[in-house]
């Protein structure tokens, strides 16, 4: 695990986009996992920006994403899917067919973790795959639990994790109570994981992450596991982090 501490948020969302650049442009035909939050919004920005200034072509990249919420459209604002096409697909030249996130209003949502699974199967794997972390140490909507699920299924969200994103929300009683979400295992497939800190909120968990050793209550520790991972933290989110901890 390698740890690079940047300055402020501005700085880790264009070393983060800029890593995106340099594999679209080695494999055109790149697989992203991607994910939404307040975290990725800036990279994304970027992303757009690169593109614009025709530094990047999305027509042959595939993307996962890592969740959706159960129960919200997508024309709802709060959906995964509203997310990603106003914050990233609507501004760049992806192919619209070749965008894969879980749908979080159908009817059989068993059935629905298992069609994820199959197409990750299919184009997989990944070839890097951005986690944002939250409070409580989730990555996706795979929360602190004595059992971590391997694949794609539905999740119920702490109450930790539905406070955090009641932000987002009129109050916490809309947060939906479920998501669907990749596994453990699907996440640690991925040829290359960039998990995003930012910010004084994370600097707990970012430090417990790295400071702990492997815990099932902490799922972002798991990544320990993964032969290439890259923390992208700004000052702030690595504020309690002592160096001599930072590599796993
Ligand atoms: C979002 C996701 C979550 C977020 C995490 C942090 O697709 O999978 O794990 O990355 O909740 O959210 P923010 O970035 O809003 O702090």
């Given amino acids: 695990m390698k740890i690079t501490v940047v300055d402020d948020y501005h700085k880790m969302s264009e070393v983060a986009a800029r890593m995106i650049v340099s594999q679209i442009n080695e494999k055109p035909d790149s697989v992203l996992g991607l994910a939404t939050g307040s975290t990725p919004i800036g990279m994304y920005k970027k992303l757009i920006d690169y593109y614009k200034n025709g530094e990047v072509d999305f027509s042959n990249v ?3 994403n890592l969740d959706e919420y159960v129960g919200l459209s997508k024309q709802d604002p709060q959906s995964y899917i509203y997310f990603m096409y106003d914050n990233l697909f609507s501004h760049i030249n992806i192919n619209k067919e070749s965008i894969y996130i879980p749908n979080g209003t159908a009817e059989d949502l068993e059935q629905e973790c298992k069609r994820y699974d199959v197409l ?3 184009f997989g794997p990944i070839d890097i795959q951005i986690l ?5 140490g989730h990555i996706g909507f795979n929360e602190p ?9 539905v999740a119920y969200l702490s109450e ?6 009641a932000r987002f929300f009129d109050d916490i009683s809309k947060v939906p109570t479920r998501a669907i979400t990749m596994g453990i ?3 640690m497939r991925a040829e290359k994981i960039i998990l995003l800190a930012s910010g004084k909120s994370k600097a707990p968990i970012v430090k417990r992450m790295l400071e702990t050793g492997i815990s099932t209550y902490i799922p972002a520790s798991i990544l320990k596991l993964h032969k290439n991972v890259e923390i992208i933290a700004d000052k702030d989110a690595a504020s309690f982090v002592e160096k001599r901890n930072c590599i796993a």
């Fill in 145 to 153: 639990s004595k059992d971590l699920v391997l694949r794609t299924h």
């Fill in 120 to 122: 990750l199967e299919r």
């Fill in 62 to 64: 595939i993307t996962f």
């Fill in 160 to 165: 930790e994790t539905r406070k955090a994103n």
């Fill in 185 to 187: 295992s699907d996440i």
């Fill in 132 to 136: 944002g972390i939250g409070v409580n």
